[in-house]
């Protein structure tokens, strides 16, 4: 590692437009050849807009004061064409969420070699193709995907896509804005392994914006923490994790810690003593068919088909918590769906409350959903921007039309507060563009809960969250359980939230469960080669 600073940020302070805030205030560090470091934080803190800032991509009016130089240049002062060739060539960028970065209209190949061509338009399409499909393969997606669109894979497939393109150029840095959180552990492990060792061989630098705190310490050299705009604490991680001295760095050590303590009895205990279980899923299959372009289907006899849900059975008690995990693409979410019949089934039976869902007519179907919600991962996503939260919240008792708008005004305000949204006239009138993610997410939740649901289906509702807020709501979720006699099938990527919060754990491998059983039980002794590939891979923070 070379001793130059490759990277320097001097006093740096960004306020947007029509803000009196400053979002980064006053911070200042340096970054060398093929150092990382972890800029760890919560939601809110000025970390996005700090990476942002470093690849020229902050708003319009933005008040910038402060310097960002690379090799010694300033970034602010680049012209137009030279930010553009600075921007993948010098530093690559990996977004958190790389759905709204990737064209839906073009396959993932034309992703590629139309980021390679506009800055190497010397390349032909073949010379693109050949370098694109090795670096797909660096990042594990197999070169018979190449002809797909954005909509046919996974979140974590489309994330693997957008850490390929970040590294097509060969560049000198990457800037990786909460690149694994829509990640399973083995497939963030993969590639963040394999980011650092690029690091390590290229002396490629790495600035690492996370909220999650067991993962930079494991990845990264050194560590910033980040509250309100300041960094508080900076300094090797070991020596930072094991002797913090700013309080906040202290809160989120022991937010952390927290879930993931192994000895302590398990957070909530569940008996059963029903005979009939909410949810009974027997042999089900959902097949997709790739059809490919009409060249391929001439020439094909035979259709490709995807297995995303083989064959899986599993059952969930009144007041149980099922957890299931697995790799991103394995059929965690598609199994969800087709549950909910937002997917027909291929075969099999879904039997809730001891009727198959499969054999009831739509409008049957549409009335049972009042009886099983989800709460989704990405709750800005799933709320509508047009609405206020109190509209957001009160639209499924319309549309079941269970209530007259007064008593629908009540519930709405009963259930704010119960979600400890206070005061309730200040959330009821606020839209979501005015809420953190953690507060977005307690809005989702309430909106599951206002029709009195059985059974709650929850894909990766905490993993876009902090570890401080992270562990606010899932209490907040156990005591609702509680309180509403709720059943939940809690769909995760992050092991030590399955182990923290389930009672039981199916774990789920391409389209099959291949171990289920109590937690406890997955977590020492597991049985299936996978399940213990799995916690071989989940980071854990040591201190």
């Not at 029509?18 to 979002?23: E, F, K, L, S």
């Not at 398990?266 to 949810?279: H, M, Q, T």
């Not at 979410?333 to 009831?360: N, V």
């Not at 990405?378 to 939260?389: E, F, I, K, Q, S």
Request: one cysteine or more.
């Amino acid at each position: 590692m070379s001793d130059d600073p490759l990277f320097c940020v001097n006093n740096l302070r960004i306020q947007y437009p029509n803000n009196d805030i400053w979002a980064v205030d006053g911070v200042s560090f340096t970054l060398r050849r093929g150092e990382k470091l972890g800029l760890v934080g919560e939601s809110g803190c000025g970390k996005s807009t700090l990476g942002r800032a470093v690849m020229g991509l902050l708003p319009q009016l933005t008040q910038v004061k402060g310097q960002i130089e690379f090799e010694g240049q300033s970034v602010f002062a680049l012209a137009s064409e030279t930010l553009r060739r600075f921007r993948g060539e010098v530093v690559g960028l990996v977004f958190q969420d790389p759905m709204t970065r990737l064209d839906p209209l073009m396959t993932i190949g034309e992703h590629c070699i139309e980021t390679l061509q506009a800055h190497q338009p010397e390349l032909s399409r073949t010379q693109a193709k050949e370098i694109a499909l090795k670096t797909l393969d660096k990042v594990k997606i197999p070169a018979n995907r190449w002809g797909q669109y954005p909509h046919e894979f996974s979140g974590g497939m489309r994330q693997r896509v957008a850490m390929a393109l970040a590294l097509l150029l060969n560049p000198k840095m990457i800037v990786a804005d909460e690149p694994t959180t829509a990640l399973d552990v083995t497939v963030a492990a993969e590639i963040l392994q394999e980011l650092t060792r690029l690091c390590a061989e290229e002396d490629m630098a790495l600035l690492l914006i996370s909220h999650d705190l067991a993962m930079v310490g494991e990845y990264c050299d050194r560590l910033a923490v980040m509250n309100q705009g300041k960094i508080v604490e900076m300094g090797v991680i070991q020596d930072l994790l094991s002797s913090p001295q700013h309080e906040y760095t202290k809160s989120l050590l022991e937010a952390a810690l927290h879930v993931q303590v192994e000895d302590e009895e398990p957070a909530i205990r569940y008996d059963n003593n029903s005979e009939k279980p909410v949810l009974k899923v027997t042999n089900l299959q959902q097949y997709f068919t790739i059809e490919g372009n009409f060249l391929q289907q001439f020439l094909s006899k035979e259709k490709e088909v995807i297995k995303a849900v083989d064959g899986v059975s599993f059952e969930i008690y009144p007041g149980e918590i099922l957890g299931l995990v697995g790799e991103s693409g394995c059929g965690k979410s598609t199994l969800s769906r087709t549950i909910l019949r937002l997917l027909e089934a291929t075969s099999g039976t879904i039997e809730f409350m001891g009727e198959d869902l499969t054999k009831i007519s739509l409008e049957s179907m549409r009335q049972k959903r009042r009886e099983m919600q989800m709460i989704f991962q990405d709750p800005h996503a799933c709320l509508n921007p047009v609405m206020t939260v109190g509209q957001s919240i009160a639209d499924p008792l319309f549309i079941h039309q269970v209530a007259n708008p007064q008593e629908i005004e009540q519930q709405v305000k009963a259930m704010l507060k119960r979600v400890k949204l206070t005061p309730v006239e200040d959330y009821y009138h606020r839209y979501p563009k005015q809420l953190s993610g953690g507060q977005q997410q307690r809005v989702a939740i309430a909106r599951a809960l206002i029709t009195k649901p059985k059974l709650i289906i929850c894909d990766e509702p905490v993993s876009m969250l902090d570890a401080s807020v992270q562990a606010e709501v899932l209490k907040l979720m156990s005591e609702l359980k509680d309180e509403f006699k709720l059943t939940y099938l809690f769909i995760t990527h992050d092991l030590w939230v399955a182990r923290f919060f389930c009672h039981r754990i199916a774990v789920m491998n391409q389209g099959k469960i291949v171990e289920i059983g109590e937690t406890e039980t997955i977590f020492k002794t597991p049985h299936h080669p996978y399940t213990q590939k799995l916690l071989n891979a989940a980071p854990l923070l040591t201190i």
